[in-house]
């Protein structure tokens, strides 16, 4: 009897099932550059975006924004640190947020095959209303909200499911758009990952070898043919 690939496929939120990048990070963006401009920074919109296009391959927004405020000396440093932090984490959210297209049809045909996990870093209520906001929560056995961008705590995470034998690294497929953050994290971790190439990261491309994931995918009309799922 052939035994089923996979049990569980774990699900990342922002940018995998929800466009984060375009309904979302523009207007926290917006606001970051706000809070920077009213405490001295002088630079224009166009230079801060170019910043922070360049450097968000290998750091969170939390390092991004820290490290502009300390290379242009602004100060009381906590105090702007803080309120970019919750501006940009703690972003307003529309009472409705669209899903991808097709993540909706593709969920509901992976229900009632395996067991569907989503783990997403950021604000916990924030992230929650995501959740709820985008209709997803239904379809999820298990869902985890680790701290905002700090990617040990998704390794934690999964080591901790992998540990009380909610997963087997082996027949787990780990899904999400960001290379250096999920991929690595599961790959190193044992489970088979698909890179969700969608938003700010889909540019990127694999640095060593737990980065390069196992499958690709645009879009989630793929997802079930590329990993036969
Ligand atoms: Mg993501």
């Known amino acids: 009897m052939a035994t089923e690939r996979f049990q569980t496929l774990i699900f990342d939120l922002d940018d995998t099932l929800i466009p984060t990048s375009e309904v979302l990070i523009p207007q926290a963006v917006q606001q970051v550059f706000e809070i920077l401009s009213s405490n001295g920074l002088s630079w224009d919109f166009k230079t801060f975006e170019a910043y922070r296009k360049k450097h968000m391959a290998r750091w969170s927004h939390r390092e991004i924004i820290k490290n502009i405020i300390d290379e242009n000396h602004l100060s009381p440093k906590s105090h702007i640190f803080e309120s970019c932090l919750k501006a940009f984490y703690e972003v307003d959210l529309p009472a409705q947020i669209p899903l991808l297209p097709d993540a909706e049809a593709t969920l509901k045909y992976l229900v009632p095959r395996y ?31 680790v701290g905002a961008l700090e990617k040990q705590d998704k390794k934690e995470s999964i080591t901790e499911w992998i540990r009380q034998k909610k997963i087997e690294p082996e027949k787990t497929l780990s899904i999400g758009n960001r290379l250096k953050d999920e991929i690595r994290v599961s790959k190193s971790l044992g489970l088979h990952t698909c890179w969700f190439k969608f938003g700010e990261h889909a540019d990127e491309s694999p640095t060593e070898p737990d980065e390069q994931p196992d499958y690709e995918v645009a879009h989630h009309s793929e997802l079930v043919s590329t990993c036969r799922l």
């Open 115 to 145: 067991r569907l996990f989503l783990l997403t870093a950021g604000e916990e209520n924030t992230q929650m209303k995501k959740v709820i906001r985008s209709g997803v929560k239904d379809f999820f056995h298990e869902i985890k909200i």
